[in-house]
């Protein structure tokens, strides 16, 4: 069980099984590709500074060695026994352990962070203290949201591999604009907006993007529950689907 220090050096990177080995507990490979294929993307296409593959080892190193131990301990645990428990083929007791540890806290609830002037990059209101870090968190799925003529769709369905997407909870139409202009310093095709209303909430068409309807009230409990009365929030998700910035105002 073994894993490298570095993902990359200079333009060569690796991932999966060349960066990291290990039972076949457990695997990563495909989470390593996902966190880099996006930002390789946007720095081949000149849309973004090389720094951002940077994030690309700082990110998914922690991660690494938090599955190795897991594994790890795992699989010493099964070559104990004499007959191996059919739990531990389902990776057992300990990986539901770990996977619901993960289902609670991939959350962005009371995190407030701001989105800096780029794809990919986030920095904390106000500074230090806690909350989340870019590529940490896993944006939460929201089934029961209603679009146009009442298509009913939900936040996995909106997300994509090619673009950051924009979700904007609460906020008025010049809060709206706010929005878009700051939007318009990011390249072209690098992000999608949409306005996500609360059940019952019609009010203006959206400035920003699409607007959706939350019928189920799912995405403001996961999304918004810090925000204050008459507070609103932006939720940036990156392409790999994981939450990079969060704003509150």
Not at 59 to 66: D, G, N, P, Q
Not at 145 to 170: D, K, M, Q, S, Y
Request: hydrophobic share 40%; net charge positive; aromatic share 6%.
């Amino acid at each position: 069980m073994r894993m490298v220090d570095k993902l990359g050096f200079g333009r060569v990177f690796v991932a999966g099984d060349a960066a990291h080995c290990h039972s076949p507990t457990g695997g990563q490979g495909v989470q390593d590709a996902a966190n880099l294929g996006w930002k390789l993307a946007l720095v081949a296409s000149g849309r973004a500074p090389a720094a951002l593959l940077d994030s690309y080892s700082a990110e998914r190193l922690h991660v690494i060695a938090e599955m190795l131990k897991l594994t790890t301990a795992l699989y010493e645990k099964s070559g104990r026994r004499k007959r191996v428990d059919p739990g531990l083929g389902a990776r057992g007791q300990a990986w539901d352990t770990w996977c619901e540890h993960a289902r609670k806290h991939h959350r962005v609830r009371g995190r407030r962070e701001q989105h800096s002037s780029g794809p990919g990059r986030c920095v904390r209101r106000g500074g230090g203290g806690g909350g989340a870090r870019a590529g940490r968190y896993r944006a939460p799925d929201a089934p029961g949201l209603v679009g146009a003529e009442e298509i009913a769709t939900r936040l996995f369905n909106v997300f994509g591999p090619a673009a950051h997407t924009v979700l904007v909870f609460g906020g008025d139409a010049a809060m709206q604009e706010g929005v878009k202009r700051a939007l318009r310093r990011w390249p072209t095709g690098t992000k999608h907006t949409v306005l996500v209303r609360r059940a019952g909430e019609n009010g203006e068409r959206a400035v920003v993007g699409k607007a959706l309807e939350d019928r189920e009230g799912d995405a403001y409990a996961e999304y918004s529950s810090g925000m204050a009365e008459g507070e609103a929030s932006i939720v940036i998700v990156r392409p790999d689907e994981m939450i990079g910035a969060v704003i509150f105002g």
